[in-house]
């Protein structure tokens, strides 16, 4: 009975409320409810385009990155491929390897071509330095002055690399027809692939 006749009183209450408030608080009702409607629905929605936006920026960035490497394999290419070919033009200068026979056809071939007698060629011991090792020989010639000039400036720019590191000459024949005998000492050199091991000095020489 107590809560049909509060009911009763409430129903009269609203019926006292003006059409205008009526329709208001209505509206405001149906607003917050297409509101909170609205929110649930789009909240997925919302949620999708953040991760999508989220995922694209870091597959943009992972393709910024492949650019750059990409960018960088091809310089590094290039720079690959000069050094194999400045590693090429020292090889020509330092061989791995002593090469005698060949060593002395060049020196043979510059002496032919500056008309040079070649009388003597003797290679000495190798020594062994920090990542090459030094060849030296010695060779004894004879011929007019201007020959023995271009002799040498020959051996300058033979491709390897060869330094005249002392030459004695001595001028005979007559003041018409002098000609120079001369000996020569000279470097070629070998490259080391790998640094050459320490000579080890025999201990048991000094022992009785």
Same mark, same amino acid.
């Given at each position: 009975m107590k809560v049909g006749f509060e009911a009763r009183g409430l129903a009269r209450k609203i019926e006292k409320i003006p059409?205008?408030?009526?329709?208001?608080?209505?509206?405001?009702?149906?607003?917050?409810?297409?509101?909170?409607l609205l929110y649930f629905l789009a909240k997925p929605q919302w949620e999708e385009r953040t991760r999508?936006?989220?995922e694209y920026s870091q597959?943009? #960035?992972?393709?910024?990155?492949?650019?750059e490497l990409k960018n960088n394999l091809e310089k590094h290419r290039k720079e690959y491929q000069q050094m194999q070919e400045l590693l090429q033009d020292v090889l020509k200068q330092l061989?791995?390897?002593?090469?005698?026979?060949?060593?002395?056809?060049?020196?043979?071939?510059?002496?032919?071509?500056?008309?040079?007698k070649i009388k003597y060629f003797e290679p000495k011991e190798i020594r062994n330095k920090? &990542?090459?090792?030094?060849?030296?020989?010695?060779?004894? &010639?004879?011929?007019? &002055?201007?020959?023995t000039a271009f002799f040498f400036d020959g051996i300058r720019k033979m491709d390897r690399l060869v330094n005249i590191t002392? &030459?004695?000459l001595?001028?005979?024949?007559?003041? #018409?027809?002098v000609v120079l005998e001369g000996t020569c000492s000279a470097n070629a050199y070998v490259y080391a692939k790998? #640094?050459?091991?320490?000579?080890?000095?025999?201990?048991?020489?000094?022992?009785?």
């Open positions: 059409a205008l408030y009526k329709t208001i608080i209505i509206l405001v009702l149906v607003a917050l409810l297409l509101a909170g999508l936006q989220n597959l943009q #960035k992972e393709l910024n990155t492949l650019k061989p791995e390897t002593k090469d005698i026979p060949n060593l002395l056809r060049n020196i043979t071939s510059v002496s032919e071509e500056t008309r040079l920090e &990542f090459y090792s030094e060849l030296p020989f010695e060779i004894k &010639f004879s011929g007019p &002055f201007h020959s002392n &030459f004695s001595e001028a005979k024949g007559t003041p #018409k027809n790998e #640094k050459p091991k320490p000579q080890i000095e025999d201990t048991k020489a000094g022992k009785k």
